[in-house]
């Protein structure tokens, strides 16, 4: 009955597919090819199907074709379970394949399919059993390779990194043995060091294989390198290395007139603009943002135009949160989450958490704290559950700005300690890393064997002194760290003692440095300027906080330029600064006009002020002689008293009280 119903469907197909023309031709080496090619078209396709649907007399070697190529059909159509099902028919008539290279495949594409079912300890038994087969064949070098990078990939997107990490030196070892030098590999090899937060071996092996690549004139591939790399600076925030890279990669492109794929060109113009996004570069954003746009209209309907359409909302709210369009942000993140929950970005590794900490900036942003401070902890518990570095610096900073925005010291206190050991670890962690691949690769047992084999058998008396010298540079090494961590520490307590007198956001002298500065007696007279931002307040409700941070940094910077050695300048508290010059009144006046006079001049746009379309100041001056016998506090309050009086005049003007 069984026969009976596989004779009714290869009958089936040979209807179906009854127009097209047979090419007469070596069925299993056709095969064999196709499945070790790794890609076929509709035309082989339908080749296929109608060679072995033609047949009425199949042997077990043709049905083990017939199910494992409808499964790798199945497979290549991300149809796991069926898959599956035709992988499993085909396992019954293995015992008839006696060419590894088609059986290491075989078990090659069965662990793939467990794996993505995550079934990984019988991806894992399945992958070893190809291993095995490939290795311990004299022709099976490339397919191994290809095989364990595969295997890699799938380990990475399951943040099993240090075992992807593992896979891909297998392959490595395995091709040098072979002299056969493999890119591929050094490029996954430096994509697992990177997820696994170790950047600089990360980047270290991407250039290995970009170097590789240039070599061999591979000048596509090259490009998709300089890609990754500048992900990489991308994720340590340092944006404009990664904009250096993805214009160096445009250079390329044009130098050696290179028809990029739609998709490669879609990443290089994605990865700039949201670069320039994050340093405020609106006007180079969204010139990107519509190349990117204008490619993904060129491209046909498939998984990867849905995984970058994905990829596209993500960038776009970046560009409307640089521009402070917070609600437009907020839905295009939405409509991203959606995708992602949906299953269209399937190619990006945890997109999911690049969308929270889209949301969560974008909640902040729009001063909406308690909601932002609830994202960010959900993607700080993410993180940490996949084991994954990335924004986990942006996250406890963010977390420390807005438990200190809510006044909630404590955790404010508590995130701040938290970014700031983590910069302290990842300082210290890129540079343990190094020693650390030395000592594995010394210690591995492959590179052991490598070294006994080598010409002539080194004898035990100088392999004894090349462990000597290499426990003595271990020890050199460990030594340098240990005195780089002494440093920093110093560095450390230089900066705790420099926020103790300065102050952390504009980096004048703070309350403290201006208490100590009353106190330093004066010859003649003293003047006290009390300066306030006109409607600060409305600044910062309509441009953001962060905008409102900026205009305080300029206005220190302006104001210590315009008083220089002869003034003492702080920040008082808020938008407020005061200034400290011991002279004669006239003095402090001329000095206060030229405050006055300079911020107007520097035109900082402020167009929701009710006193000007720019940013002033209100000035209130108090001066007493040495005669007077006036403490410095109540010349204080004799200044703050003419400040109110600046504001209830209308702002932007100067009250003198003698």
């Known amino acids: 009955m069984r026969y009976l119903k596989l004779i009714m469907c290869m009958f089936l197909l040979v209807i179906f597919y009854r127009d097209s ?3 007469p031709f070596n069925e299993l080496e056709f095969f064999s090819n196709i499945i070790l090619r790794g890609n076929v078209n509709k035309e082989e396709k339908k080749r296929i199907l109608i060679s072995l649907t033609e047949k009425i007399n199949l042997t077990d070697e ?6 494992y190529i409808k499964g790798y059909f199945e497979l290549n159509e991300r149809r796991y379970y069926k898959a599956e099902r035709e992988f499993f028919y085909a396992k019954k008539y293995i015992n008839e394949i006696s060419d590894k290279k088609i059986l290491g495949k075989f078990y090659s594409d ?5 794996i993505k079912k995550n079934k990984e300890l019988i991806s894992l038994d399945y992958y070893n059993k190809s291993k095995d087969l490939l290795v311990s064949c004299d022709d099976c070098s490339m397919l191994f390779s290809e095989i364990a990078l595969n295997r890699g990939i799938d380990l990475l997107h399951l943040s099993r990194n240090q075992q992807a990490i593992n896979v891909i030196n297998d392959a490595i070892y395995f091709l040098e043995n072979k002299s056969v030098n493999s890119p591929y590999l050094w490029l996954n090899l430096g994509v697992a060091y990177s997820n696994c937060n170790q950047f600089i071996l990360g980047v270290k092996y991407k250039l290995k294989a970009l170097d590789s690549f240039l070599k061999m004139k591979k000048y596509t591939d090259s490009i998709k390198v300089m890609i990754d790399i500048a992900m990489d600076y991308t994720l340590l925030e340092n944006y404009e290395e990664a904009i250096n890279k993805l214009n160096l990669a445009l250079d390329y492109e044009r130098e050696y007139k290179l028809n990029l794929n739609y998709i490669d060109s879609y990443y290089i113009f994605a990865n700039l603009s949201s670069a320039y996004a994050r340093i405020d570069n609106e006007k180079k954003a969204l010139k990107f943002i519509e190349k990117s746009k204008g490619i993904i209209i060129n491209l046909d309907e498939s998984i990867d135009k849905d995984n970058i359409m994905t990829y596209q909302l993500i960038i776009e709210a970046e560009y409307l949160l640089s521009m402070n369009s917070n609600n437009k942000a907020i839905i295009k993140i939405h409509e991203a989450k959606k995708r992602y929950e949906a299953g269209l970005a399937e190619q990006f590794y945890h997109l999911n958490i690049l969308i929270d900490i889209l949301h969560a900036r974008a909640h902040y942003q729009n001063m909406d704290y308690k909601k932002s401070i609830s994202l960010y902890e959900g993607v700080i518990n993410s993180i940490e559950n996949l084991q994954l570095p990335y924004y986990k ?3 406890y900073y963010n977390l420390y700005n807005l438990n200190k925005y809510i006044n909630n010291t404590v955790e404010a206190i508590f995130y701040l300690n938290k970014a700031y050991n983590l910069k302290l670890s990842n300082f210290e962690n890129n540079k343990h890393e190094e020693m650390q691949f030395l000592t594995y690769s010394f210690n591995n047992k492959r590179i052991k064997q490598l070294f006994l084999n080598s010409e002539k058998q080194l004898s035990i008396a100088v392999y004894f002194l090349c462990v000597c010298f290499f426990i003595f540079l271990i020890l050199l090494l460990y030594l340098t760290i240990y005195f780089n961590k002494n440093r920093k520490i110093t560095s450390l307590n230089e900066r705790l003692e420099y926020l103790a007198y300065n102050d952390a ?5 703070n309350r403290v440095s ?12 003293r003047a006290i300027l009390m300066l306030d931002i006109d409607h600060f307040k409305l600044y910062n409700d309509n441009y953001g906080h962060q905008k409102g941070d900026s205009i305080l940094i300029n206005v220190a910077k302006l104001l210590e330029t315009i008083c220089g050695s002869d003034a003492f300048v702080a920040r008082y508290g808020g938008e407020e600064f005061i200034i400290i010059i011991d002279d004669d009144k006239c003095s402090a006046e001329e000095l206060a006009k030229d405050i006055k006079d300079s911020i107007i001049n520097a035109g900082i746009e402020h167009k929701f002020s009710l006193t000007s379309n720019v940013i002033t100041f209100s000035i209130g001056v108090a001066v007493t002689e040495r005669s007077a016998l006036i403490d410095d506090l109540a010349l204080i309050r004799n200044a703050d008293m003419a400040l109110y009086d600046s504001k209830s005049s209308g702002r932007n003007t100067i009250t003198f009280v003698n």
């Open 393 to 395: 610096h942006e996250a």
């Open 514 to 525: 201006l208490e100590n500065r009353l106190n330093v007696p004066f010859l003649y007279s």
């Open 21 to 23: 023309k047979e090419i």
């Open 62 to 67: 043709d049905l083990f074709y017939f199910h």
């Open 505 to 509: 956001l504009t980096g004048i002298a």
């Open 110 to 114: 069965l662990s793939h399919t467990a």
